[in-house]
């Protein structure tokens, strides 16, 4: 890592440690509530809203590297925020379109006064391509209807962006999330997180709603997948860390037959294989940052390259934590099934690990 | 070090090797034929193979990193990875290989004295002396530090008797580094001693080793009251397990190159797409996630090779990159045969030398430490665990 990204990961991980450690997310959890209003206000006071918000939008603009740092610290913890969805995600999407909305809007989401969700996907699976939700044109606008599923941060939002299917192609509408004819439910996710089903019916969109063209929306969309999927991979690099680091410490200080079970190879060898194991993924995920912020038109192979290795990795993570804690590690009252459920909630969103592997083997041949 | 000057190194470097590198060198193949391992007996195998060692040699460019009094260029890692880059553009062989360059080379720099250096070095440089690699024995496999071949002391030389085995192209090398035990009364890792010996020393004799895979360039090294000077010892004496326990940290480093070094030229899919029929839908996703850990492998060896450029050095996470490129070559090799599918079970035809190459692998994730000593290291050294 560069100085001032090993900067940055100190002073995240100085500030998560004592505002957002993994006992917060339980007070959360336990508390029903899925969004902390003042640990956002304080992401944005620290420019980590602004992270790609343009300096003249209000933003520190840190790039995609740098969100990535972020990300995997609040990883590490578990840290509940609509960090990629309105930071990552809707800034890297706004950011495309140069105009005082754009601007206006970028600054409200370094200042922390917005939260953004993506309502993109439909079914069972991320597939962008197969959007149905129609967008009718109507007089100077559109009428949009039909159903997004896992929006995630969806009920805590201020605005969307919805993928709409229209006569001309697909088409990225951004509108208020309160708009008439919107229907926001909350579902109860096994990561305790917030995402949402959200129907469309004969919801009114005028042609200002449009981010970009009418009928070009993967311009704007793609590159903001991109950047999504780079620093999930970054948050998964980091739950990884933050389960293994939990794990090791079990490994060292129970003790079983008389002596810590970190002493018996069958378990040494399956914690070294997977220390090897993220950092590999740790590569591929530092890689798809540099990528995104040297050349994004061509980082989709690195993305993915992330994206998919982090998944695997952090299923590993996951899986060794819990067979390794035993029986403590099966209970709530214990961190691990925490790190479990949220590994399985982002392996599947933004494109699970065939979805990723699909786009590696197009750029690579098969 | 500016882009610029970078930009002007590599326009510099690009024009030389046009001048310089002989069109028959330039076809890209780097394989057991094609290579030049250099030695006292080298034969070449043709007028440019000698011109290319020459002209690199003298630029200092068989070993670019390398001091320029030992006869290197005294290249930094980002010049020398365009070098690297450069020759790769055109093609071209490498001038010079040996374990001289890859593993004497790196031990010498560390612990060598000025003497040993000016004596040893510039010979590897320049392909004249050609070196093999005695460390493990018959009874000193993954416990390396148990090796029992004994150096006696009497006067100024040692007295060298024991056996090593895996002594790669010993029955072609000049000279050996071996490990030999200098003190038996001491504990096992604090009796060994480095030592440099000449193969053409009276006593000396060795014996080549055939593999599952065919014949193989290991043999088993004997020596028999084999005279050697004191100061031929690297190092302290009796503590050559230090530079030994360096030494093999370069030598994972390079075996891990083993599976990522495919990686720049083609991709696993477009190799196995060539088959006729395609592949079926289990054998095309165990490839694909065979391409994905390669790509993501192949990062991490060039995210290791800045750490270590950058002064942060690799140590223990050798161990690592060892453990994961080798056990990746296996994979992609159980995938090439299975592509090959009854074409590639034959010595000779389409699919030659595929066969020997699957089950050459094999021995990836044994050589060097096998992969449950890298994983006991990790282990021990990285995570802390006890044991």
């Known amino acids: 890592m560069s100085e001032d990204e090993t900067m940055l990961q100190d002073a995240a991980r100085g500030f998560l440690d004592g505002a957002a450690p993994v006992s917060h997310f339980r007070g959360l959890r336990d508390a029903g509530a899925t969004h902390d209003a003042a640990l956002w206000a304080e992401m944005a006071a620290m420019g980590w809203t602004g992270v790609l918000v343009p300096e003249d939008a209000g933003g520190s603009d840190m790039g995609h590297a740098a969100a990535g740092v972020l990300a995997q610290e609040m990883g590490k913890t578990l840290v509940t925020s609509p960090f990629l969805s309105t930071a990552v995600m ?45 967008a009718v044109a109507d007089g100077n606008g559109f009428r949009l209807t039909g159903t997004k599923g896992f929006v995630v941060d969806g009920a805590n939002a201020d605005r969307l962006l919805v993928l709409a299917r229209a006569e001309a192609g697909l088409t990225l509408f951004d509108i208020p999330a309160d708009r008439t004819g919107i229907t926001r439910a909350a579902n109860a996710m096994i990561d305790a997180r917030d995402a949402a089903t959200v129907t469309f019916s004969d919801v009114q969109a005028t042609g200002d709603d449009v981010l970009g063209h009418v009928g070009d929306a993967m311009t704007v969309l793609q590159p903001a997948l991109n950047a999504g999927q780079a620093a999930l991979a970054a948050e998964m690099a980091g739950l990884a860390t933050g389960a293994f680091g939990m794990t090791i410490g079990y490994l060292k200080e129970r003790k079983q037959f008389g002596v810590e079970i970190g002493r018996f190879q069958a378990l040494q060898h399956r914690a070294a294989h997977l220390w090897c194991e993220s950092e590999v993924t740790a590569s591929a995920v530092r890689n798809a940052g540099r990528m995104l912020d040297q050349d994004m038109a061509n980082a989709t192979l690195a993305v993915s390259l992330a994206k998919a290795r982090a998944t695997a990795t952090a299923k590993l993570a996951v899986i060794e934590g819990v067979q390794m804690h035993g029986g403590i590690g099966m209970t709530d009252a214990f961190d691990m099934g925490f790190y479990m459920k949220r590994a399985r909630v982002v392996a599947e969103w933004l494109g699970d690990y065939g979805y990723h592997a699909e786009r590696v083997a197009a750029a690579r041949g098969f | 070090m500016t882009d610029i000057e970078l930009g002007a190194f590599r326009a510099e470097t690009r024009a030389w090797l046009e001048a310089n590198c002989p069109a028959e060198m330039r076809d890209g193949i780097r394989d057991e034929e094609t290579i030049c391992w250099g030695g006292r007996n080298w034969q070449f195998t043709s007028a440019a193979q000698k011109t290319w060692l020459e002209v690199m040699a003298a630029k200092g460019w068989t070993v670019p990193t390398w001091p320029v009094e030992y006869g290197g260029a005294g290249m930094d890692r980002a010049h020398d990875k365009i070098l690297q880059e450069e020759l790769d553009a055109i093609g071209a062989r490498w001038p010079l290989q040996s374990f001289g360059i890859w593993m004497l080379g790196p031990a010498l720099l560390a612990f060598g004295t000025h003497q040993q250096k000016l004596q040893y070095l510039p010979p590897i440089a320049r392909g004249e002396v050609r070196w093999c690699q005695g460390y493990s024995e018959p009874g000193a496999g993954s416990d390396l530090a148990s090796v029992q071949t004994k150096a006696v002391s009497d006067g100024d030389y040692y007295v060298v008797n024991g056996q090593k085995v895996w002594t790669s192209y010993a029955d072609r090398a000049d000279c050996i580094f071996a490990l030999v035990r200098t003190d038996p009364d001491a504990k096992k890792h604090l009796g060994i001693s480095f030592l440099l010996i000449d193969m053409d020393s009276a006593g000396v004799s060795t014996k080549p080793i055939r593999l599952i895979s065919g014949s193989s360039p290991f043999c088993e090294t004997f020596f028999d009251d084999v005279r050697v000077p004191k100061s031929n010892v690297v190092g302290t004496e009796h503590r050559g397990w230090d530079v030994a326990k360096h030494l093999l940290t370069h030598e994972r480093e390079m075996i891990s190159g083993g599976g990522a070094g495919l990686l720049g030229t083609r991709a696993l899919g477009a190799v196995l797409a060539e088959h006729e029929g395609g592949m079926d839908a289990v054998t095309r996703a165990e490839a694909l996630t065979c391409e994905i850990d390669s790509l993501a492998i192949g990062l991490t060896l060039e995210r290791y090779k800045d750490q270590a450029e950058s002064g942060g050095g690799v140590g223990d996470a050798s161990a690592m ?40 692998t094999k021995a990836n994730s044994i050589e060097g430490g096998t992969s449950e000593v890298m994983l006991s290291i990790i282990s021990r050294r990285i995570l802390g665990l006890p044991g």
């Not at chain 1, 495309?96 to 699976?125: F, M, P, W």
């Open chain 1, 90 to 134: 809707a800034a890297t999407a706004l950011r495309q379109i140069a105009n005082d909305r754009t601007k206006e809007a970028l600054g409200n989401i370094a200042n922390g006064s917005v939260i953004y969700a993506l309502a993109v996907d439909e079914t069972h699976k991320h597939d962008p391509d197969g959007t149905t939700l129609q």
């Open chain 2, 321 to 360: 990159l060892k453990y994961e490129g080798t056990e990746l070559n296996k994979r992609r090799h159980e995938l090439l045969m299975s592509a090959g599918g009854a074409d590639a079970l034959q010595w000779e035809g389409t699919h030659a030398g595929l066969a020997a190459d699957w089950l050459r």
